[in-house]
């Protein structure tokens, strides 16, 4: 049984940025939030993870309020090949996926 | 680097029959996991190996079900007596595995398994 909750779908324009945010009510002290990207017919990709606070790679932003009950993803000025299944992951292992976030990116 | 591949991409089967699916992971990484993930779905956790050894098998859904990792490397996921419902992508996903950190899991492009 997935631990998150996220949107089911999202739209954006080109260029726009996007955030998805998901809910971990019930993050246990040692958790970890990872995100992981789908494109169609490929395996899911790791994108980010964080603790606390706020992480930034080139790809995205992870916002973690102190509470750790929830999470941003945020992506910068999307492009439409952006367009993918984005899931949110209390990091486990294994990893247990929910259904994820469709986000589609409009030009 | 070489990323994980599966074999076959592709597998049509009849009811009944037994199919059998191959994962290399990335060369090093001691942790191999085995995913099952149908349409509209997120990927379903089927089985862990560290090293040769079966952490976690909770995932498999029967007896029908198995997996080996003989000599800590390469991967295949046996299904015996296939039924319609195993029809699926099968993911596998290797990951580094060092005791007190978090590591990535790079993941396949799966095997799509037709079961007639």
């Known amino acids: 049984l997935a631990k998150t909750t996220q949107p089911i779908s999202m739209d954006s324009y080109e260029g726009q940025e996007v955030n998805i945010t998901c809910s971990h009510n019930n993050i246990a002290t040692n958790d970890y939030i990872t995100w992981y990207q789908q494109f169609p017919s490929q395996g899911p990709r790791f994108i980010i993870q964080g603790y606390k606070t706020k992480v930034t790679n080139e790809v995205a932003s992870l916002f973690i309020p102190a509470d750790r009950k929830s999470s941003t993803l945020s992506l910068p000025r999307v492009s439409l090949s952006d367009t993918a299944v984005y899931y949110c992951l209390v990091d486990d292992t294994p990893l247990v996926f929910g259904k994820g976030t469709r986000l589609s990116v409009i030009a | ?116």
């Open chain 2, 1 to 116: 680097g070489a990323g994980v591949s599966q074999t076959p991409s592709n597998k049509v089967t009849e009811k009944g029959k037994y199919v059998e699916l191959r994962c290399d992971p990335i060369s090093g990484h001691t942790a191999l996991y085995w995913y099952r993930q149908s349409l509209g779905q997120g990927p379903e956790f089927l089985i862990y190996f560290q090293g040769t050894g079966a952490a976690d098998d909770s995932g498999l859904p029967n007896d029908r079900f198995f997996a080996v990792r003989p000599e800590g490397s390469v991967s295949t996921l046996k299904i015996q007596r296939t039924e319609r419902g195993d029809s699926a992508v099968y993911l596998c996903a290797s990951s580094l595995s060092l005791a007190g950190v978090r590591h990535e899991q790079f993941f396949g492009p799966g095997t799509r398994l037709t079961v007639l």
